[in-house]
């Protein structure tokens, strides 16, 4: 049987046309599969849309089957979103959300120049609208805090997604950054937080209860308490765009308060 004529498509080509393939993320290509009923005349669209599927397999190296969305692993516990809910409660806290957040609190940490990482599942197939912090103590002199979302790979953070959100950690209070680049985000699907600060000056973010946050896995022995991994050397005051995963070691501060607007 030969592949139905590319240019007689009513719907997905016309749907995708201003995608690339190493862009196409899995929920657009359900999107527009979800609409399509199963019968003779949607023959040639359902074909069409396997093609593009595999296409967009092959380019992202996601060849872990047709009906898998990531390499990344994909976490079973229905969240919450704050879409679903009273719109005054829109926002993700996505620090706070099981399996890796745990009493949200209120307590400060003290920024450091090595750049930190925690992992979070997102909540929502989405795109994110901007990313909210709060500085808690502001900073005597010219500095940013600067937070940012990578992708998994293999329990690891590896790539950044979009661009980095920068706050002036000489203001106080809550602030949502829009400026963050594209960032879609697949439900289900483990993410990482990055941040660090832009200078060598003190400011104090909002974050979890180090107490009660669950710790790291990896350690060397039994007493550590390691609560995120970070770049000891090689990456100070800034967001690298990739990591390699040996360069990461286990922490004990505390990890900041984030949530997502989506």
């Known amino acids: 049987m030969s592949l139905p004529d590319a240019t007689r498509s009513d719907r ?17 290509v359900q999107g527009v599969g979800n609409t399509l009923n199963i019968e003779e005349m949607n023959e040639d669209e359902l074909r069409r849309l396997v093609l593009v599927n595999l296409a967009r397999l092959t ?24 879409d679903d809910i009273n719109s005054t409660y829109a926002l993700n806290r996505v620090d706070a959300t ?7 609190g209120n307590s400060g940490t003290t920024s450091r120049n090595e750049p930190m990482f925690v992992p979070f599942i997102a909540p929502e197939s989405s795109t994110v609208d901007s990313i909210v912090v709060n500085i808690s103590s502001a900073a005597a002199s010219a500095c940013n805090a600067v937070v940012a979302i990578y992708s998994d790979n293999n329990g690891v953070p590896q790539t950044k997604l979009g661009s980095d959100a920068t706050f002036d950690a000489t203001v106080t209070g809550q602030v949502a950054q829009t400026s963050v680049g594209t960032i879609t985000l697949v439900r289900g ?11 060598d000056v003190g400011f104090t973010w909002m974050s979890g209860s180090s107490s009660n946050i669950p710790w790291m896995g990896p350690t060397e022995n039994l007493s550590s308490s390691w609560l995120v991994l970070w770049i000891a050397t090689g990456s100070d005051n800034t967001l690298p765009a990739s990591i390699t995963a040996t360069d990461l070691t286990p922490r004990g501060y505390g990890r900041i308060s984030v949530g997502l607007n989506t």
């Not at 380019?59 to 704050?82: K, Y």
């Not at 099981?98 to 949200?104: E, R, V």
């Not at 990482?192 to 200078?199: H, I, V």
């Open 12 to 28: 997905v080509y016309p749907l995708l046309q201003n995608l690339d393939l190493e862009n196409l993320a899995f929920a657009t």
């Open 59 to 82: 380019v992202a190296g996601e060849w872990n089957g047709l009906l898998t969305a990531a390499t990344a692993a994909s976490f079973n516990a229905e969240l919450t979103s704050g």
């Open 98 to 104: 099981p399996p890796f957040g745990a009493n949200t």
């Open 189 to 199: 699907t483990q993410y990482w937080l990055g941040w660090t600060r832009s200078a």
